[in-house]
């Protein structure tokens, strides 16, 4: 009997760094479940396969993209601002497949400017997409990396935490570091609870990648400051071949970790041949843990609280 394929859902999938994650993952064996909001008639979409960075990338196309490649794929809409939406995805997800092996949250909504200038609906979204539509996901999965023995991956777009990343685009640094805590916090609860097969890592961008978020600035400064979004998938691919207690709670950049591997070229990731990228992020950053870190004092477990007050 053949070995059922490892299964991988990527929420955030339609186009730019999610699409290019989702297309090498089914290049490499996985059972891609492609999940965002936009759908259409692939069948339609010409020319075909459409610019990766447009709105004419959807998750139907990406899915055609990878059937037409002899992958697995099976695009399922959802919206990260509904917990039921988020959860019918899930439950799809296992409906079809049978399994869940990686889940990876691209999904994220972006405005940056100084608080004055970020309106009140605008952060709103922000920590719906970004923060609760993360928290909401991981819930709803959770259950099923149980069923399976605490065997699972999770990969969260989200950045290390240091001062600057503040500066100039707060609103929006207080859902991507949010984050951050969620995954340096699971990792602590997976830790805690012996689950030693369990990991959940963060990955960022070391230089800026190209997308549809970074259109406005190549029709204004040129692509040469930009990688293509292979650098991504590749850098996923080695986190979730990466042994869990190697990953497990780390915040990484994608050029950091793939040098961590072994990768010494990484010429071949520039868009504009002979480029060499800036990077955009520190070299180093503040450790976060404390002398103290291991010291928990006395545990307090609100579940437990709760039901002894029944």
């Known amino acids: 009997m053949a070995q059922p394929k490892e299964v991988a859902l990527i929420i955030g999938a339609s186009r730019g760094i999610g699409r290019q994650v989702a297309i090498d993952l089914a290049r490499e064996g996985y059972a891609v479940v492609v999940a965002a909001k936009s759908t259409s008639d692939a069948s339609q979409t010409k020319p075909f396969p459409p610019d990766p960075n447009s709105s004419a990338s959807t998750i139907s196309t990406v899915a055609r993209e990878i059937h037409e490649a002899g992958g697995t794929a099976t695009a399922i809409a959802v919206d990260t601002r509904d ?13 079809t497949y049978g399994r869940l092996d990686a889940l990876i949250y691209n999904s994220g909504a972006i405005w940056w ?12 979204l922000m920590q719906r997409v970004n923060v609760e539509g993360l928290y909401g996901t991981v819930q709803a999965a959770l259950p099923q990396f149980g069923k399976q023995a605490w065997k699972g991956r999770i990969i969260v777009v989200s950045p290390p935490i240091y001062s600057r990343f503040f500066r100039g685009k ?3 640094a207080m859902g991507k570091v949010g984050m951050s805590v969620l995954t340096k916090g699971l990792a602590m609860d997976f830790e805690r ?12 961008p070391a230089v800026a990648i190209q997308s549809a978020a970074t259109e406005s600035a190549v029709r204004e400064e040129g692509a040469s400051d930009l990688r293509k979004p292979t650098i991504y998938s590749d850098a996923i691919l080695a986190m979730l071949r990466s042994k869990a207690e190697e990953v497990n709670g780390c915040l990484e950049l994608d050029e950091d970790f793939l040098r961590k591997k072994g990768v010494t070229d990484f010429a071949k990731y520039s868009v504009v041949e002979g480029a060499s990228p800036r990077r955009i992020m520190p070299a180093e950053f503040p450790d976060l843990r404390v002398k103290e870190q291991d010291d928990e004092g ?13």
């Open 193 to 204: 609870e012996g689950k030693k097969d369990m990991a959940i890592t963060s990955i960022w």
């Open 113 to 124: 400017a100084s608080v004055e200038n970020s309106p009140m609906k605008r952060f709103q």
């Open 170 to 172: 707060t609103a929006y």
């Open 83 to 95: 917990f039921p939406s988020i959860q019918a995805l899930v439950d799809q997800t296992i409906s």
């Open 298 to 310: 006395k545990r307090v477990d609100s579940t437990k609280m709760r039901a002894s007050k029944i």
